[in-house]
């Protein structure tokens, strides 16, 4: 452990929690079309989601891609319209609700 440690192999430990059981009932997959010249304006107002669980720069279609974990139908609603779709350099947002998840054995 400690060789992967000073490797930077490991880089530090995480609790895992289940959605669900703690209040966040409601999952969704937010794909975003972003103004490029915005990206770093844009990062800066999703780190301050609280239900923003992980985000992703990609390439493609969309150039954003977000998971979201909301307490319910209309908390979820509330953020992706109240509050994401108003974010600076949101062009388009397309939504994909989660009905099962789970993780791969990496």
Known sequence: MNRLHSLGVITGYRAVVD???SGRKESAYVFLKARQSSWRE???A???LEE???YALV???FDVV???RAADSADLRRILFDRIQAMP???DARTSIIFE???GPL
Do not use: M, R
Request: no cysteine.
């Open 66 to 68: 977000l998971l979201i």
């Open 59 to 61: 390439g493609g279609e």
């Open 42 to 44: 844009l990062k800066a």
């Open 46 to 48: 999703l780190l301050e």
């Open 19 to 21: 959605p669900s059981l």
């Open 101 to 103: 998840d789970g993780e």
């Open 89 to 91: 350099g949101v062009v």
């Open 52 to 54: 923003l669980e992980h």
